[in-house]
């Protein structure tokens, strides 16, 4: 799934060859087929504080997917669908929730990194701690 905020779409045909011509072109990304629109941004942890992240389904947090340590002062590089963004949590070593990072809608990404330090609360009508379901692959 992608979200655009426009789409053109022209379709020609020439002479009796019956040839046809398909152009497209969306905003803010161009339609480009997987792996095409994914990328990555550096994810740093500049607290003092061990973490883990996951992948949010649904941006909410309430549960997700792909769990990966994060301690103080370490990098991951998170890849994600840029087209339609994400979001990522951030649990403490008891897998407690203490919050969550918007990854950038667009390509290229906005921003050059996110850091640890600027998660907001998941759910603002809901108040933390909570402890979000993840789903590892077997």
């Not at 990328?39 to 500049?46: A, E, I, K, S, T």
């Not at 991951?76 to 963004?85: R, W």
């Not at 996110?114 to 379901?133: D, I, M, N, Y």
């Amino acid at each position: 799934m992608f979200m655009m905020t426009a789409i053109w779409v022209v379709v020609a045909a020439t002479g009796l060859s019956g040839g046809v011509a398909l152009a497209a072109h969306a905003e803010p990304c161009a339609f480009d087929p997987p792996p095409g629109d994914v990328g990555q941004l550096p994810l740093v942890n500049n607290t003092s504080n061990d973490l883990h992240f996951f992948e949010c389904d649904p941006a909410t947090c309430s549960s997700g997917f792909n769990l990966h340590p994060l301690p103080p002062a370490a990098t991951a590089h998170v890849q994600y669908e840029q087209c339609t963004g994400a979001s990522i949590g951030l649990t403490d070593t008891t897998g407690t929730l203490v919050g969550c990072l918007k990854l950038p809608q667009g390509e290229p990404a906005p921003i050059d990194h996110l850091s640890a330090a600027e998660a907001k609360p998941c759910r603002p009508s809901t108040p933390e701690p909570v402890q979000p379901r993840i789903y590892t692959p077997h």
